[in-house]
Structure formats: structure tokens, C-alpha cells
């Protein structure tokens, strides 16, 4: 009997990044009335000073499609190369199409496969852990990831817990074969009994029997258990990193950027204190004039970090994400 024939293995690494920040800022100050809360109060349990939200007539996919067309020019290279487009978002509107098919249409690379992952905050590293695998494969050469959200669709704005917090935008790294490791092994996995933790609520199937029952219609919005997720994430996201920085074969002391999704400035803070990186480590503060913009959240602080000079291209940067599911993933990266 004859055996598959299988492509060899070989490396990934990110050669391209480009980002979409939303248009519309929003202070603190046109925030805090429905919620009855005070600028002060935000920036101290959050970090916050504004966040960034798109305008009605901006969609996931336009910004998607804005974030995927700068990653592909900084790393020369034309859509119609691209084997895989994956899309990492839990604000899509449709159920579906997917909006990776619609991304790949808009932008050209009608060959490539196309699919959404939904793993909310975590959803960055999960996508960019399958592009390594899927490159390392040989199935595709080059594979768009693209985190991207429209989370004010989805925010009430009379929730204490959650109106404050997210905002919208969208980043891409594009993914390409190398020579030597530019991607470190993905530590990822979930904790689906805490699922109610970070939920949309009510279901669609709710929703459904509620409207079928004479109900009023209610858009569904997000809930979360702020302090639950605060002690998991604290308790939790330091080991995780410990096992991505082992895996990729390095130690703390390699590490030059510090890439965590931007859910909170004292969660970032707690990470620190228990990861014991040295003083030259620079740490990605975005959430502060972003807003926390879930699987969009670590590209967009990448990009800032550079920006400011934090770090450059070359650098090891580690990466974390962790929320709804409760789901998590972290990995090392060369920064392109």
C-alpha cells in the first residue's frame, strides 16, 4: 500500500505588522454618567484615560482589510501570495459568512483558504499559533492573521462592569516561511468551566424563544465577572508565560518586549512582578489611549510600543492573551 507523501517541516516567522486604530475617541468623561462612575475611579482600577471606538459606518471587515493591506506592504508581499487568511473576532455580525472570506475577497487573495477562530482576548496568539503550523506544514507559504473588533457594538452602556473598558480596532502580522525559528511554540488551552466568566448574553437561542414568547427583542451585550477574571488572569498567566519563554529555549534575561493583552493595567502590573524580568524589558501600556480591544489588543500594542521606541525590529517579544472561554495562549516572536 502505498503511504501520503508529506512536505517537509520548516520554520515561520512574522515579516509583516500593520494596525487600524478607530477614528472616535471617547474620554473617560462621556463614559462615566450612565454608570454612574468618575474618570478617577477608571484610570485607578483600569488604566484607562480613552478609548477608541469606530464610527457606525466602519465595519470588522473594514478594518480588518485596512490592518491586512499595511501588514502585506511592510513585508512586500501581494495578496495573491497569500495561502491562509485567518481572522480572530468575536464581533463579527454574521454568524455567517465568516469575515476572513470577506477579507480575502477585498483584498484579492481569492486562492486563499479563509476562516474565523473565535477566542476572544486570547484570539491573536491562538491565530498566530496556527499560522506557524500551518507554514511549518508547507501548506501555505504566507498566512494573513488578523485580529479585529467592533466591541462598542457590543457594550452596554449602562453595565458598571464592562462599559468602560472595550473599544474597537483591528492588527495583522502577515506570517512567512525562514530559515530559523521566528515563532516560538504556542502554550495554549481553556478553561471551559468558568465560561460564564466573559459571556454575550442573552444567546441567540434565548434571544429567539423570547421574541417567539411575545418578548421584547434585547441585543445581546457583554457581561463579565471582573474580579473573577482578575484573579485567574494574576493566579493563572504568569506560569503560562514561564512555559512559552522555556519552550522557545530561552529565559526571562532573552525577552525584550513584554506583549500582554491589554485587559488591565494591574493585571499587566501582577504579571510582572511574578515573570521577574530585568529592568531592560520594555512592557506594551496601549490600553491606556486605546481601550481594551480583545483579539485585537496585542498587535495594536506591539505597534505603540515601536512607535515609542520600545521596541524594534529583531527583538524577542513575548506575547499573552487570556479572557472569555476562560481561554489563553502565549508565545515568543522575532518582531519583523
Known sequence: MKQISARPRRYSEVIGLGVHRASRVVPNDEIVGPIDSSDEWIRERTGIVQRLWAPDEVTIVD?????AEQALTHAGITADRLGTVIVSTISHPYQ??????????????????AFDISAACAGFPYAVGLADGIISSGESDYVLVIGVEKLSEWTSPTDRGTAFIFADGAGAFLLGPADAPGVGPTIWGAEGAEFDAIVVEPSWTDLRKQVASGGEFVWPTLHMQGQKVFRWAVSEMVTVCHHAIEAAGLTPDDIQAFVPHQANNRITDALLRGLKFPDTVSVARDIIMTGNTSAASIPLALDSLMREGGAKSGDLALMVGFGAGL?????????P
Open 96 to 113: 455567517t459568512p465568516s469575515a476572513a472570506v470577506l477579507v480575502a475577497d477585498r483584498l484579492g487573495a481569492r486562492e486563499a483558504g
Open 327 to 335: 481561554a489563553y495562549a502565549a508565545q515568543v516572536v522575532r518582531i
Open 63 to 67: 478594518m480588518a482589510v485596512d490592518a
